[in-house]
Structure formats: structure tokens, C-alpha cells
């Protein structure tokens, strides 16, 4: 199918890949973003081999490793501080970083720049309020009332509104939603010391990450046990963000002292959600957290987001009818969607003593071998 115009609901990571890889195949593109100011929180994000990768295929490879900070190994580090092992990352792409980190304001940037150039109108603070499916045969269309008072009609519509997804409520009403899992996230940036040129894992009760993200900055993640799903006000933040952390390796109990902005901590618990069923109905999809949202623990969830941008618009490519498109997209993603949603969640319940430990070493390598696998 080709020249189709097309809406995605949701300019973030997915919403904007699939922007991206729609425009490079012709297709006309209204991005709506619910956020006024599209605003997007401070912390980084690790993206790994195949994301990189992904990023070539969408054509902003160099501007995506210019604003990201790339490196080629994992250091794993015991709760006493000691490193036990530097393990290599290999690359898929030949002469680029195995993996990178990167601010999420810069990755931001980086798709909406491309979506733009790329001829997307991206309209914000609007959401649909209205989606009005007509059917699959060739006259067919999607009638979309806008919360500005706005109407128009399109050939398909992308959901991409992430894990409390508006558009999965509306066209699969009795799907998965979102559960906590008992284990949330803290996250601060710092200054990158000039040698820390790996991602560094800490294992224990709290697991801690040093991520480098830019030639100037790193930032720290760790996951907590937080029974009860506790509400952490704004004010006192950076305290509870060190208490978190008074048990941890030296070097990082070092760093938490450092921890004194309660609105440079970013907090979040994390939540789980799987769609086992259909990924669309008539002529609306979903793609991204909005139907497979994961925990961090493998760091994939925006990867399989974008990974999912690149196979719709394949297979868009490749029928005359978008269901048939639809359903074809969703065959080619579900499975590793699915390893990633349950192989994290298998790591953050041994975590926290809900499930037997799991030895993220060996998990993180097994990762690798699934998603180095052509998408
Ligand atoms: C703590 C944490 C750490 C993570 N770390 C990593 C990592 O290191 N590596 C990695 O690959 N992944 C990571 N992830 C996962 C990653 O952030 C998500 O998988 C990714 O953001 C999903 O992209 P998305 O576009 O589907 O959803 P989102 O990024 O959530 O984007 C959805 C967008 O839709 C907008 N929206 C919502 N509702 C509407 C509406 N009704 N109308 C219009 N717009 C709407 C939102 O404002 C938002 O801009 C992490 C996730 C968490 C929670």
C-alpha cells in the first residue's frame, strides 16, 4: 500500500520511529501528542546493539550516535564494589558502538527532527476523541474528531499513547492493562568521570546502573523493592533516593552523597503489560509500550518499540490491505516482544523474592542472542 494518510496517536519513542519509517516509504503523516509541551524527563535511556542497527535502517544513524554517548562492554560489579567481569558487546553494525545511552531529550530530538524533515505535521497538545472505522474495502477510511474541535480522515491510524494507552482502551476493551510489579526505579543524572566508557551493572537487594549517556554526563538507575506501590512526594525525593542506596557498593554510596535535587530524581514504579491477542482492530494498530510494555531489566522497551515501527512499515510495503498488513506485523513481533515482556519480568520478581534469582549475566547474553536476530 503506498501514499496513505496516516495518524499516530503519541510522539514518543514508537510514535516517532513509526514516523519515521513511514515517511521514508511516502506515506502522509499527522503525529498527535496529548503533552502541550512535549516534554519529555531529563534521565537516559541505554539502547543497544539492534537499536542501533534499527536506527540505520531508519536513516538517522549519525545524528543519533553524534547526541548519544556510544561503548562496547559491560561491567559487572558485586554489591561489595568489586568488579568481576568486563564483558565485550559485540556490534551489528560494522564500525559503530555495540550499544550507546542517550538522553531522552536528545533521542527526542533526534526522531522529531527526522519526523519533520520527513514532511509530519506534528500537532500538539490534541488527542482523538472520536475514531470512526468504515471499513476494510478500498473506500474504506478512519473518521477522527480531534479535541480541538478539529476533524479529518485517514486510511489508518497508529496507536503509539504507551502503556496506559487510550487507543487500546477504545478499540480493544478488554485487553491487558498495566500492572505493578512490586519493584520500582530511581534515576539521577551526574557528571560522566572520564574513564567510565561501559555500562556498569551493581547486583544485590538494590541493583544499580551507571549509564554513560554524553561525553559530559552519566546517569545512575537503581531498583528498589517497594511493597504496597508507596507514593513518593516531589519534596524529600533526593533523601529517600540515598536511603535507597545507604547499602550499596562504596564507590556508589560515594555518589548517592551527590544526590541533593529532589527535582533532578526521577522516580517510577514499574509496571508490566502484554496484549496476547489481536494488535489491531479494522484499520487502527497499536505498536510500542501501548501493547507490550516491559520493565527495564534488559533495556528493550523502547528497542522492541522501535523495531516495530520498521516491520509495520514493511509490511505496510508489502500488502494491499491493512489488516492483512496488520496481522502480518504483529506475527513477525509478538514472540520477541513477548521473551522480552517476560524474561525482564522473570528478573525483577527474582529480584525482589517473588520468583527463583536469575542470573542476569547469562539472561542479558541469551537477550543478546534473541534480538542480534534479523526483526
Ligand atoms: C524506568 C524505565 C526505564 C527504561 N529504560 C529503558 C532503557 O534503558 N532502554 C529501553 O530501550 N527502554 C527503556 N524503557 C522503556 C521505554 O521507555 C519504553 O518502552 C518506550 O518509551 C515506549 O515508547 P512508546 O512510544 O510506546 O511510549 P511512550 O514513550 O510512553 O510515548 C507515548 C507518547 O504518547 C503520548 N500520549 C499518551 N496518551 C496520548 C493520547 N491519548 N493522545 C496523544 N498522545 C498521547 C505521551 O505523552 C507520550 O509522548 C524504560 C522504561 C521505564 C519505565
Known amino acids: ?43 537516559g535511556i ?17 545524528a543519533f550516535l553524534d547526541a548519544a554517548c556510544g561503548f562496547d562492554a559491560v561491567e559487572i560489579y558485586l554489591p561489595s564494589g568489586e568488579r568481576v567481569a568486563r564483558v565485550p558487546a559485540p556490534s551489528l553494525v560494522p564500525g559503530k558502538p555495540a550499544n550507546v545511552g542517550i538522553g531522552r531529550r536528545a533521542l527526542q530530538k533526534v526522531l522529531g527532527d ?24 478500498d473506500s474504506g477510511g478512519v473518521a477522527v474528531s480531534f479535541s480541538d474541535g478539529s476533524a479529518e480522515r485517514f486510511d489508518i491510524v497508529v496507536g503509539a499513547d504507551g502503556v496506559y494507552s487510550q487507543t487500546r482502551e477504545a478499540i480493544l ?11 520500582g526505579v530511581w534515576r539521577y543524572n551526574f ?53 535507597k542506596l545507604a547499602n550499596a557498593a562504596p564507590q556508589i554510596r560515594a555518589l548517592a552523597e551527590q544526590i541533593t535535587d529532589d527535582a533532578g530524581v526521577v522516580y517510577r514504579p514499574l509496571e508490566g503489560l502484554m496484549v496476547h491477542g489481536p494488535w489491531h482492530k479494522g484499520r487502527v494498530v497499536l505498536l510500542g509500550d501501548a501493547v507490550h510494555a516491559t520493565t527495564p531489566h534488559l ?13 509495520l512499515a514493511e509490511e505496510l510495503g508489502r500488502s494491499d490491505a491493512p489488516e492483512a498488513a496488520f ?11 513477548r521473551y522480552i515482556v517476560e524474561k525482564s519480568l522473570e528478573i525483577c520478581h527474582g529480584q525482589i523474592g517473588k520468583g527463583p534469582q536469575v542470573d542476569n549475566h547469562k539472561a542479558t547474553a541469551e537477550m543478546f542472542a534473541v534480538v542480534s536476530q534479523a526483526i
Open 1 to 43: 500500500m503506498h501514499d496513505l494518510n496516516v495518524l499516530i496517536i503519541g510522539g514518543g519513542i514508537g510514535g516517532l520511529s513509526a514516523a519515521i519509517a513511514l515517511g521514508r516509504a511516502g506515506h502522509r503523516l499527522t503525529v498527535i501528542e496529548r503533552d502541550p509541551e512535549w516534554s519529555v524527563y531529563g534521565v
Open 46 to 62: 541505554i539502547q543497544q546493539a539492534n537499536v542501533v542497527r534499527a536506527m540505520d535502517q531508519l536513516g538517522v544513524l549519525d
Open 114 to 137: 527526522s519526523a519533520k524533515a520527513l514532511g509530519a505535521a506534528i500537532r500538539l497538545g490534541v488527542t482523538a476523541t472520536v475514531l470512526e472505522d468504515d471499513g476494510a474495502d
Open 173 to 183: 476493551p478488554g485487553a491487558a492493562t498495566p500492572e505493578f510489579t512490586g519493584q
Open 191 to 243: 557528571p560522566r568521570p572520564a574513564d567510565l566508557d561501559a555500562l556498569h551493572v551493581y547486583n544485590g537487594p538494590v541493583g544499580v546502573g551507571l549509564v554513560p549517556m554524553s561525553a559530559e554526563g552519566m546517569y545512575l538507575f537503581a531498583t528498589s523493592p517497594e511493597p504496597g506501590n508507596p507514593h513518593y512526594p516531589r519534596e524529600g525525593l533526593a533523601a529517600a533516593m540515598r536511603g
Open 299 to 311: 533495556g528493550q522497551g523502547a528497542g522492541m518499540a522501535i523495531e516495530d515501527a520498521l516491520v
Open 327 to 337: 496481522a502480518a506485523y504483529r506475527e513477525r513481533r509478538y514472540e520477541r516482544c
